[in-house]
Antibody, heavy 125, light 107 residues
Framework: EVQLVESGGGLVQPGGSLRLSCAASGFTFSTYWMHWVRQAPGKGLVWVSR????????TYADCVKGRFTISRDNAQNTLYLQMNSLRAEDTAVYYC??????????????????WGKGTTVTVSS | DIQMTQSPSSLSASVGDRVTITCRASQSISSYLNWYQQKPGKAPKLLIYGASSLQSGVPSRFSGSGSGTDFTLTISSLQPEDFATYYC?????????FGQGTKLEIK
């Protein structure tokens, strides 16, 4: 079964740090781009970061740039998100997401087909 | 960054109704548009990718159309399990932006 399982969430004070992990199973992890997407309480989905299949390229949302670092260990089938200088507005459920690249009609299409159940991060004093 | 705008933000409908949700991109994204369904307390689920391709296992009452900047998600005959929040998302470029969501409620 294809599965993503996040861990590492919790309560942290403003200015603190957390590292989220996402364990992948049931597919060849090293061949997929991976993303983190978050959702604040009662709000919509917000893309946070992505990493390419070999970890050589990363991109971040402006709101987390310079504070968060995405990485992966393909030998351990694990995705990470190191979160530093946390703020109250970082409070959210964080989802680990697999992105597929699919070729049809002479075009590559990209879509997020597997989502973890999420891990909750609460930033509060 | 590409902005995605959905309308309406909320919608009340009855079982059996035909429902259409609209998503507009701030610039042309060809057919790089995906739709997701999210139920309370659950992770989002992929419904439609490439604007009109149905994800495996998704009921055929769901369909998508559009290209360029204007897209629609249609549910042909609402079922009780379809009451949820729906999000569009562009995959034309990074950041992968989402619409603000459309909450579909029971009338």
């Amino acid at each position: 079964e294809v599965q993503l399982v996040e861990s590492g969430g919790g309560l942290v004070q403003p200015g603190g740090s957390l590292r989220l992990s996402c364990a992948a199973s049931g597919f060849t992890f090293s061949t997929y781009w991976m993303h983190w997407v978050r959702q604040a309480p009662g709000k919509g989905l917000v893309w946070v970061s992505r990493i390419n299949s070999d970890g050589s390229s990363t991109t971040y949302a402006d709101c987390v740039k310079g504070r968060f670092t995405i990485s992966r260990d393909n030998a351990q089938n694990t995705l990470y998100l190191q979160m530093n200088s946390l703020r109250a507005e970082d409070t959210a459920v964080y989802y680990c997401v697999r992105e597929v690249r699919s070729y049809y009609d002479s075009t590559y299409y990209y879509y997020m087909d597997v989502w973890g159940k999420g891990t909750t991060v609460t930033v509060s004093s | 960054d590409i902005q995605m705008t959905q309308s309406p933000s909320s919608l009340s409908a009855s079982v059996g109704d035909r429902v259409t949700i609209t998503c507009r991109a701030s610039q042309s994204i060809s057919s790089y548009l995906n739709w997701y369904q999210q139920k309370p307390g659950k992770a989002p689920k992929l419904l439609i990718y490439g604007a009109s391709s149905l994800q495996s296992g998704v009921p055929s009452r769901f369909s998508g159309s559009g290209s360029g900047t204007d897209f629609t998600l249609t549910i042909s005959s609402l079922q009780p399990e379809d009451f949820a929040t729906y999000y569009c998302q562009q995959s034309y470029s990074t950041p992968r932006t989402f619409g603000q969501g459309t909450k579909l409620e029971i009338k």
